[in-house]
């Protein structure tokens, strides 16, 4: 059994900054790429960013600049720091990854709960 449980997420002002933290348990043999999720109301999920296990990193041009992803491999855990946060930022935003667990040994893709992300004055 794998669990993704993110953490971090509020009410913050525009212009302002959160970190963002999802840490994988579980019986777990290797943690592939990691990604960062969003789904503001009544618009589909969309890919925010991504790492790969040797550090590659990609996000979506529209948080190029603002925010980045990270992770520590010896903790299982990937990070989103996001600044100069706009109100269109708002959303839930959801941890998922693709991990080997010590008992099927091949991959399977795993979400989080999500954590609400909230840009308002």
């Known amino acids: 059994q794998v669990q993704l449980v993110e953490s971090g997420g509020g009410l913050v002002q525009p212009g302002g900054s959160l970190r963002l933290s999802c840490a994988a348990s579980g019986s777990i043999l290797r943690v592939y790429v990691m990604d960062w999720y969003r789904q503001a109301p009544g618009k589909q999920r969309e890919l925010v960013a991504a790492i790969t296990s040797g550090g590659i990193t990609n996000v979506v041009d529209s948080v190029k600049g603002r925010f980045t992803i990270s992770r520590d491999n010896a903790k299982n855990t990937v990070y989103l720091q996001m600044s100069s946060l706009k109100p269109e930022d708002t959303a839930v935003y959801y941890c998922?990854?693709?991990?080997?667990?010590?008992?099927?040994?091949?991959?399977?893709?795993?979400w989080g709960q999500g954590t609400q992300v909230t840009v308002s004055s």
């Open positions: 998922n990854a693709d991990i080997a667990t010590m008992t099927s040994k091949t991959s399977s893709n795993y």
